[in-house]
Nanobody, 123 residues
Framework: QVQLVESGGGLVQAGGSLRLSCAASGRSFSSYAMAWFCQAPGKEREFVAAIGRSGIGTYVTDSVKGRFTISRDNAKNTVYLQMNSLKPEDTAVYYC????????????????WGQGTQVTVSS
């Protein structure tokens, strides 16, 4: 029903910034809540941030609160994750996901996923 493609990952030094993008196609982007998850090698996929259909309701997990900001532009069918003050422990593959509610926190609650984009933060 919807296809998601992430971009914007890369290699940055600690303290640097990246902006990840997730472009959607196939169905009405504005009908979905969107989220970002991350997964490091050997670890479970973890929730990072979510945003409601309107772009007003948002939630960011405690470990990145104050550093990461989620936003969306429904006219461009795109959701963003602005990542500032990056730390080596932020290193992971970042995935975007589409679902029914921005209150969802578990990967199994989201029905659509992108392929992921690698973020590597060097010390």
């Amino acid at each position: 029903q919807v296809q998601l493609v992430e971009s914007g990952g890369g290699l940055v030094q600690a303290g640097g910034s990246l902006r990840l993008s997730c472009a959607a196609s196939g169905r009405s982007f504005s009908s979905y809540a969107m989220a970002w998850f991350c997964q490091a090698p050997g670890k479970e996929r973890e929730f990072v941030a979510a945003i409601g259909r309107s772009g007003i309701g948002t939630y960011v997990t405690d470990s990145v609160k104050g550093r990461f900001t989620i936003s969306r532009d429904n006219a461009k069918n795109t959701v963003y994750l602005q990542m500032n003050s990056l730390k080596p422990e932020d290193t992971a593959v970042y995935y975007c996901a589409a679902g029914d509610s921005y209150y969802y926190r578990l990967p199994q609650q989201y029905g659509y996923w992108g392929q992921g984009t690698q973020v590597t933060v060097s010390s």
